[in-house]
């Protein structure tokens, strides 16, 4: 039987079936959301792998091609969901939006506005923070972005839990049926100072409202917006540093002049009497990426002022 909660069939290890959305997972780096449709395949640089094949297995599950190459199965989480899907826009990752959701207290059954919608990144995180009984209303002024997110999200099956609407929200302001509702208001607007009085609004007392920008200028100017009806106003930057891992094999007395990390090596240098020859040593190093993610923007925190 499955729960009532349609987020949590996601991570569920239920069987794959026609229709399903996976991930096929080729590296950390590279992955491909794809819709299980018998008689179609997926060719790339491992083989040939056939939907049909698919169809019963558990996510997770490793499956090969016709050249004995391999993939991985994995269900779309909303994590994976936002290193795969099709960006309309600019998209929340993964530190900003474990970082919104935690700010603005969001737990089941909250209800949660969101403006604009764009590719739909932050919005399937917010629906499993709120299920099973939470609602997210999220608003895009772009018809054709609002629809293409209605499908996305009903791929991946938090469409119960979303209502996307069609609405200038910094023209027209969120619909009065919210007013004193909302747990939280997210914004990503380019002039978020424009719909901070009607989230205000919209809000419980003591809400918690979140506004997200590129510019520091953007920011400063909701700050003094805020400063109306709001209280304890923060803004913070996340920086995200990844780190790769790599085992190298190295003999007694060569330097790597490359190499400007050290780390205890995983196995001892020994000397060989015989040959009068060091052995070769492989050692764990671990060192900043390169290509390490900058800045994506500005997270400004307030709380609804309670009335006296």
């Known amino acids: 039987m499955l729960p009532a909660d349609p987020t949590q069939r996601l991570t569920l290890q239920r069987r794959i079936q026609e229709g399903d959305l996976v991930i096929a997972y080729e590296r950390h780096d590279h992955m491909k959301a794809i819709k299980v449709t018998k008689g179609s395949i997926l060719q790339n640089r491992f083989g040939v792998f056939n939907h049909s094949h698919w169809v019963g297995k558990p996510f997770g599950s490793k499956v090969f091609s016709n050249k ?19 960006h309309r826009t600019q998209i929340l990752y993964i530190a900003d939006i474990s970082f919104v959701v935690m700010y603005l207290e969001i737990v089941p059954g909250c209800l949660v506005l ?20 939470g609602r997210v209303c999220t608003f895009d002024f772009h018809e054709q972005r609002a629809a293409s997110a209605r499908e996305d999200f009903e791929m991946t099956g938090v469409s119960s839990l979303v209502t996307v609407g069609v609405r200038d929200i910094q023209g027209e302001g969120f619909p009065d049926e919210f007013s004193g509702k909302a747990d939280a208001v997210f914004l990503d ?19 918690v409202i979140c506004s997200f920008s590129p510019c520091i200028e953007q920011v400063q100017r909701s700050c003094e917006t805020l400063k109306l009806k709001f209280t304890d106003i923060r803004t913070f930057e996340i920086l995200l540093r990844t780190y790769e891992v790599k085992e190298l094999s190295t003999e007694v007395g060569e330097v790597d002049e490359g190499i400007s990390f050290r780390s205890p090596p995983r196995k001892k240098r020994q000397h060989s009497t015989a040959t009068g020859k060091d052995s070769v040593a492989t050692t764990v190093m671990a060192k900043p990426c390169s290509e390490a993610r900058g800045h994506t923007g ?3 925190f307030a709380r609804l002022k309670c009335l006296a």
């Open 298 to 300: 500005y997270l400004t």
């Open 189 to 207: 607007l380019p002039q978020p100072w424009l719909a901070i009085p009607s989230a205000g609004k919209m809000l419980k007392p003591d809400g």
């Open 114 to 133: 969101e403006s604009g919608t764009g590719s739909g990144s932050l919005t399937t995180s917010l629906a499993r923070a709120i299920a099973p009984s």
């Open 68 to 86: 004995n190459g391999f993939i991985y199965l994995l269900a779309p989480t909303p994590e994976l969901w936002t290193l795969v899907l099709s």
